[in-house]
């Protein structure tokens, strides 16, 4: 089954009925919960808190500007953030999610001479969006940490001399692992320009381990260091597709060639404004999170189900058995969790919603160890 | 003065100041609001009556998923869209705004053997897209009825035998014109697979006049015709971002290849669920449209000023002088129109605001006349 089918339309997945047909991407994330209304979303690593109160006011503030295509909220929005992290406006792009941006990415630095080197597993859109496009692809398994494994990454990007893109999740979707940041600097100080990092911290807000730090130092001087960010998690607002990469002016004026015109939408430019850099929705955002993996945590343990170290708002951890019927048991149940993620398909990939959820979770988990499912 | 610098960030536009630097494309349409609070917009073609209640409604019931993925509501609309068009849903893309539709297509169909012939002026989106990409382009100058010049566009598309992408906007952005439907079914009907035909359909609603029709029909048989339209104009959504195309299942499942993830947003997709295939909301959009023109065209024929025979949104009319200097005096009263629509410098794009507005710009033209401005 060619997976492209379903990852972009609602219209082709809606005509094929994704009930019967297992659980390619977004399947699940997207369509279950009109096959099952009620049910409690776990699979698409969203924020079960919602759009904050202000971003709410604000998306009702500016309904008399969707009619009118973007434009004033941009530059208010971006004023925000340059301010925030100490950038030019020459060094911001947004776009319509940070998929987007990662579109942008590929796209323009495509080339037969360019090599993408990715781990496995990672979150999937970069290989997605580079399967039309002309690269030799170099897949390099997680470390035994479930770190990317930057001695291999590093070996493959400079076997022949030629341009790399090295794609550092980070954390990393669906581990839920970091990568020591240290480490990571370590191999930009060294490497030659031609070795582009694009480096994707959608889940950058909620880590409060010490060895991790952003990439964004990096952008000032280095042509070839692009981080990627988005308003999807910490901020609730996967809805909205509002994301953005920070590089420098070189790499973000050869990235808007290949940006759709006018893609940041109003109402998200405006629930943006109303939250952008909101410490205490952040902190609050970090605390429910926190609670619902001690939830989940603490359900795992007893059961004695083996679970990877996560920094993230979901947590990928063993069942046992096959992957799908988990899922469609889960399923059953009103849960809706997973989606597979090639070759780690003795787990589950778990997003946390809020804690009273996980418990529900939890409370399901322990009666299909009682059936002898888990 | 690269133009692509200007048109994707609002980062880029911010930093560099607009106001000093003429009108670039976009400039006028998105940064004067800034620079110039309260001003009215006759610059974007959007719809001056905004969201309808149902819409706005809409967007509010719906706050409650602007932190999930789309997915549910893209069937939703999906369904009805289908069944409204009378087509299948694998033959339906939706994007963030019809411009998401064309990059898609530009994209999908880039090849160093592909001719794009394109009319001159047209909508720039598909030119500026291109750019990157290794299209041999061929600009046909619209006939002398401002029609696309079907002869000359068939002749170059003919030429050499090769693969070939006719762009066709119907009515043609910036002129507001239309190109026989009959003549183009004539052309489509006797056309190669090889020649593709991108119908750029944005302003479908509005025409009235009876030799004009949707190129719909050839959806079915004919991979080679894709028909692409908006909500932006009609449902006066320009701001939320949903545009879509259609056509036959080989040529969407190309497309999507393309398509940016998750990209139309819940709260687009609840206001397009909520106003989508609304006769009386399209009635009113015509309705006050029409009122507007009536209103722009008296006072043209008053001062003399040619206009050419709008079947749009908007209307292009002869200024005297400078357009440049034209559409700064327009701003400095509080009027926001234009842009450059090269070679048609002698011409002002003009889009029809509410009814009173068109009033007050009809009174400015007045003192410009009287001054020996226009």
Redesign the interface.
């Known amino acids: 089954m060619d997976r492209?089918?379903f990852?972009?339309?609602?219209?082709?997945?809606?005509?094929l009925g994704m009930g019967g047909l297992g659980f390619p991407r977004?399947a699940s994330?997207?369509?279950s919960?009109?096959l099952q209304a009620g049910a409690i979303?776990m699979n698409?690593n969203?924020?079960?808190?919602?759009?904050s109160a202000a971003?709410?006011q604000a998306?009702?503030d500016n309904?008399?500007?969707?009619?009118?295509?973007?434009?004033?909220l941009?530059?208010?929005?971006?004023?925000r953030m340059?301010s925030y992290y100490g950038i030019?406006?020459?060094?911001?792009?947004?776009?319509?999610?940070s998929?987007?941006i990662l579109?942008m990415i590929v796209?323009a630095y495509a080339s037969p001479l360019r090599k993408l080197v990715l781990a496995e597993p990672t979150f999937e859109?970069v290989n997605?969006y580079r399967?039309?496009y002309p690269y030799d692809v170099a897949t390099v398994p997680l470390n035994s940490r479930y770190e990317h494994d930057l001695n291999r990454m590093r070996e493959e990007s400079e076997r022949d001399g030629r341009p790399a893109m090295v794609y550092i999740c980070n954390p990393n979707n669906p581990t839920g692992t970091i990568t020591p940041s240290a480490e990571l600097d370590n191999w930009i100080a060294d490497a030659p320009e031609h070795v582009l990092f694009l480096m994707d911290e959608a889940y950058y807000e909620y880590v409060e381990d010490p060895a991790y730090w952003s990439a964004l130092k990096w952008v000032h001087d280095r042509p070839n260091v692009i981080v990627v960010r988005t308003f999807?998690k910490i901020y609730?607002?996967?809805?909205?597709?509002l994301g953005f990469g920070i590089a420098h002016p070189l790499a973000?004026?050869r990235m808007?060639?290949?940006?759709?015109?006018?893609?940041?939408?109003?109402?998200?430019l405006a629930?943006g404004i109303a939250c952008f850099g909101d410490d205490e929705l952040m902190a609050k955002s970090r605390e429910v999170n926190r609670e619902a993996r001690e939830v989940t945590e603490a359900c795992l343990d007893e059961l004695g189900l083996e679970y990877l170290p996560t920094h993230g708002n979901f947590l990928m951890h063993r069942i046992s058995g096959d992957l799908d019927t988990y899922i469609n048991r889960m399923s059953d149940a009103g849960l809706l969790v997973g989606r597979r993620f090639p070759p780690m398909l003795g787990y589950n990939r778990l997003s946390f919603s809020l804690p009273e959820h996980m418990e529900q979770w939890a409370d399901t988990l322990r009666d299909f160890r009682s059936k002898g499912w888990v």
Do not use: K
């Open positions: 492209r089918l990852v972009r339309s609602g219209a082709t997945l809606g005509a977004f994330a997207n369509w919960p009109r979303r698409s969203e924020n079960p808190l919602g759009l971003a709410r998306v009702i309904l008399d500007l969707a009619n009118r295509y973007p434009g004033d941009i530059g208010q929005l971006s004023d340059c030019d406006s020459d060094q911001l792009v947004l776009g319509a999610g998929t987007e579109q796209q859109d997605d399967d039309t999807s609730g607002m996967a809805g909205l597709r973000v004026r808007q060639d290949f940006a759709i015109h006018s893609s940041a939408n109003q109402l998200a629930a």
